[in-house]
C-alpha cells in the first residue's frame, strides 16, 4: 500500500511529489465530493480549532485590519483547505489541487504539488493574473512557513517568519 513510498520518502529516497501522489491515489481515489465535504465540516468543528497558533492568527488578523491581501499557499490539497481558507477570511488560496471526475476524487493531483519552488512558481502566476504584475518588483511580501517545503517562498519575502522566528535565509549568508 503506503508504506513503501513513505518509508522511501522519509529516508529521502523518494521524492515529496511522488510520495505524496501515491499517498492521495491510496487513500482518495473513489472517494466522494460529498464525502469529503462532510470530513471537513466535522474536522473543522472538531479538531482545526486546536490546531491553530494564536500567534499566526494574531498575524493574520493583523493583516487583515491593515487590508493586506492575505494568500494562503499551501502543498496541503484543495479538498478540505478551500474552507480552511475561506473561514479562516483569506483573500486567496493557492494550494495542490486534486482531480475530480463527476463526483469523485481520482486520487491523482490536477495541478503539480504546490511544495518548495512551485509555490514560487504559483504566486507569480497568481500575481500576475490578479494584478498583471509580471514579478514581485514592488510588492512588499510577507511570507510564514513552517516546513522546508516553504524555504524558497520565505526567501522571497521581504519579511519571513519561520516556525515562528524571524527567518533568516542561511544560504544567503556569505
Given at each position: 500500500?503506503?508504506s513503501p513510498?513513505?518509508?522511501?520518502?522519509?529516508?529521502?529516497?523518494?521524492?515529496?511529489?511522488?510520495?505524496?501522489?501515491?499517498?492521495?491515489?491510496?487513500?482518495?481515489?473513489?472517494?466522494?465530493?460529498?464525502?469529503?465535504?462532510?470530513?471537513?465540516?466535522?474536522?473543522?468543528?472538531?479538531?482545526?480549532?486546536?490546531?491553530?497558533?494564536?500567534?499566526?492568527?494574531?498575524?493574520?488578523?493583523?493583516?487583515?485590519?491593515?487590508?493586506?491581501?492575505?494568500?494562503?499557499?499551501?502543498?496541503?490539497?484543495?479538498?478540505?483547505?478551500?474552507?480552511?481558507?475561506?473561514?479562516?477570511?483569506?483573500?486567496?488560496?493557492?494550494?495542490?489541487?486534486m482531480k475530480?471526475?463527476?463526483?469523485?476524487?481520482?486520487?491523482?493531483?490536477?495541478?503539480?504539488?504546490?511544495?518548495?519552488?512551485?509555490?514560487?512558481?504559483?504566486?507569480?502566476?497568481?500575481?500576475?493574473?490578479?494584478f498583471g504584475?509580471?514579478?514581485?518588483?514592488?510588492?512588499?511580501?510577507?511570507?510564514?512557513?513552517?516546513?522546508?517545503?516553504?524555504?524558497?517562498?520565505?526567501?522571497?519575502?521581504?519579511?519571513?517568519?519561520?516556525?515562528?522566528?524571524?527567518?533568516?535565509?542561511?544560504?544567503?549568508?556569505?
Amino acid at each position: 500500500m503506503c508504506s513503501p513510498w513513505l518509508a522511501g520518502f522519509a529516508l529521502r529516497l523518494v521524492p515529496n511529489n511522488v510520495a505524496k501522489e501515491r499517498l492521495m491515489r491510496a487513500t482518495l481515489t473513489g472517494r466522494t465530493t460529498a464525502e469529503m465535504q462532510d470530513w471537513t465540516t466535522r474536522w473543522l468543528a472538531k479538531d482545526f480549532p486546536g490546531q491553530l497558533q494564536a500567534w499566526t492568527m494574531e498575524r493574520l488578523a493583523f493583516h487583515q485590519q491593515a487590508g493586506h491581501c492575505c494568500v494562503m499557499v499551501s502543498a496541503s490539497p484543495d479538498i478540505y483547505l478551500a474552507r480552511v481558507a475561506q473561514q479562516l477570511g483569506f483573500d486567496a488560496l493557492i494550494c495542490t489541487e486534486m482531480k475530480v471526475e463527476g463526483d469523485r476524487l481520482t486520487g491523482y493531483m490536477r495541478t503539480p504539488n504546490c511544495h518548495g519552488e512551485q509555490k514560487v512558481l504559483r504566486l507569480k502566476a497568481w500575481l500576475s493574473e490578479r494584478f498583471g504584475l509580471a514579478s514581485f518588483a514592488g510588492v512588499t511580501l510577507y511570507a510564514y512557513g513552517d516546513t522546508s517545503g516553504d524555504k524558497p517562498m520565505l526567501r522571497l519575502a521581504q519579511h519571513a517568519w519561520y516556525r515562528g522566528q524571524p527567518w533568516k535565509d542561511a544560504s544567503a549568508q556569505g
